[in-house]
């Protein structure tokens, strides 16, 4: 294999499978990326961890077909510090490469290809179209809620659901860590089924772990559109231009996160949402370190925020807010709030109350399709 690529092509190619290679090192080959030079203007680059893999195509020169594997981390280091122009690659002898830009040369160890996993193919059973922007909107309203190593292991996915009912789609992704849940639904999407014509109501519903997330939310920060997801029986594809991401999806029940939802909080408090992030800030600051506990006072246009640590001290402030009903005290993780807040765009937030122990829902003026709900805890 010989090989002339622009710098700026290689780079952004090992940038992009840096999150997917295995570091754990329980299959070594797993720490390098498949390097392929199979056509005359193009090589492929692929990497695995056996549960995520991504490929694309990057135009180069092939002078020599071939295939290799390299350690993704150590080429990305080395290609980082080389100037921008021409880079050869260049298949040696007992696996080794050798790597050269102007008056710099560098020779890397490489394993065989025939040892790498061959990407995975899918035959789906729906697929998604929807702009750029939209996506990475719903990732952000959602992937703030998701578990982060709970042992309750399908809350560290993201549950993507798509229905279909006559000429009515809806598209929902929902987060949940047992403490919060985050829900939001689209209908300004593309949905086609793998046959043309196919009618009837249906639905699919995949949960699609947190690493895969967050690969795919770097891919739409690069920009472009023309996204496409594709849902199958236990895989996921994501596809944009030549560049495909594909996941394994999690096994396990997702919890009706529909039954958690309360359904009769009839108290209605608005309020400045800035306002309401820096006090929940400043009175963090001497909450426990351990629960990140604030008491929220909603009394008749006033809310007061305070907590109280006997390492700490004690903080207090009091926020204008539009509320006529009854006094209620109750008690949330400072983080958890910071969380939801962070997601709403307008300059108002709905909050509904039931009672102090009651699920307490976050709303945004802006999105009636989307809702944060958020356990209260004693304070």
């Not at 639904?185 to 995949?206: I, S, Y």
């Amino acid at each position: 294999m010989k090989i002339s690529i622009e710098r700026r092509e290689l780079l952004k190619g090992l940038q992009r499978v840096q999150g997917v290679v295995e570091k754990r090192n329980t299959m070594p080959i797993l720490s390098n990326l498949l390097l392929e030079a199979g056509k005359e203007n193009e090589i492929l680059l692929f990497a695995t961890d056996m549960e995520i893999a991504i490929q694309g195509n990057y135009p180069a020169e092939v002078l020599q077909k071939g295939k290799t594997t390299l350690s993704a981390r150590k080429v990305y280091e080395i290609v980082k510090e080389l100037p921008d122009g021409p880079i050869s690659l260049f298949q040696l002898e007992n696996q080794w490469v050798q790597i050269a830009s102007g008056k710099s040369r560098f020779k890397v160890a490489a394993l065989s290809a025939d040892e790498f996993p061959v990407a995975p193919s899918i035959k789906e059973d729906v697929s998604i179209e929807m702009p750029a922007k939209t996506l990475a909107e719903l990732f952000k309203r959602t992937i703030f809620a998701v578990g982060e190593n709970d042992s309750r292991y399908i809350l560290n996915g993201l549950l993507i659901n798509i229905q279909h009912q006559g000429n009515k789609k809806t598209l929902r992704f929902v987060g949940t860590d047992g403490h919060r849940l985050a829900v939001v639904e689209r209908d300004d999407f593309e949905l086609f089924f793998p046959e043309a014509g196919e009618k009837g109501d249906r639905e699919f519903q995949a949960v699609v772990p947190k690493k895969a997330i967050f690969e795919m939310k770097k891919l739409i920060e690069e920009g472009e559109d023309g996204l496409r997801i594709s849902l199958a029986k236990n895989q996921i594809l994501f596809k944009k231009g030549d560049l495909v991401l594909f996941s394994r999806l999690m096994e396990g029940n997702y919890p009706n996160y529909s039954q958690v939802i309360p359904k009769g909080n009839d108290k209605m408090v608005s309020l400045k949402k800035w306002e309401l992030e820096r006090a929940i800030r400043r009175v963090a600051i001497l909450s426990k370190e351990k629960t990140h506990a604030v008491r929220f006072s909603f009394e008749k246009e006033k809310l007061v925020l305070s907590t109280q640590s006997p390492e700490m001290g004690e903080a207090e402030d009091e926020l204008p807010i539009t509320y006529q009903g009854e006094k209620i005290e109750t008690g949330f993780n400072a983080r958890y709030l910071l969380d939801a807040l962070s997601v709403i765009d307008h300059e108002e937030v709905l909050i509904e109350l039931k009672d102090p122990l009651s699920p307490t829902v976050f709303k945004d003026p802006g999105d009636k399709k989307f809702l944060c709900v958020v356990m209260p805890m004693r304070v």
